[in-house]
């Protein structure tokens, strides 16, 4: 798989978190990928799309800016700016995502943001 095209599949899936589209999510997600959260821990790809789906109809907008894009192996590395509408208000942050590509399909994703930004706005519980 090419460079360009692990490229693709790395943006292709923060898309579909912005767009709503979880089955694209889920799609893009091997079922034996693990996500690790800053501050949050390593989740199994069925928990981590049970909770994103979650987040996703929460939200009544969302919007990912990326920003730097690299990649190198059957890693993906994404800098980005995320702003989701929630009825409590706005959630801005900013993200570093290192996804690993195998077979078309995110193995591994690191999630990496500003944990004091999410604790004042969903609580540190």
Request: proline content about 1%; hydrophobic content about 50%.
């Amino acid at each position: 798989m090419s460079i360009a095209a692990k490229k693709a599949v790395a943006l292709g899936f923060l898309a579909a978190i912005e767009a709503g589209d979880i089955a694209r999510c889920e799609a893009l997600l091997d079922p034996a990928a693990r996500w690790c959260v800053q501050g949050h821990g390593s989740f199994a790809a069925a928990d981590f799309l049970a909770s994103l789906a979650q987040t996703i109809a929460r939200a009544a907008t969302r919007t990912i800016a990326i920003g730097l894009v690299t990649a190198e192996d059957d890693r993906v590395a994404v800098q980005a700016e995320g702003d989701f509408a929630f009825a409590e208000g706005a959630y801005r942050n900013s993200y570093h995502y290192l996804f690993r590509i195998a077979g078309g399909r995110i193995v591994a994703g690191y999630e990496y943001l500003d944990t004091m930004v999410a604790a004042r706005f969903f609580g540190s519980g």
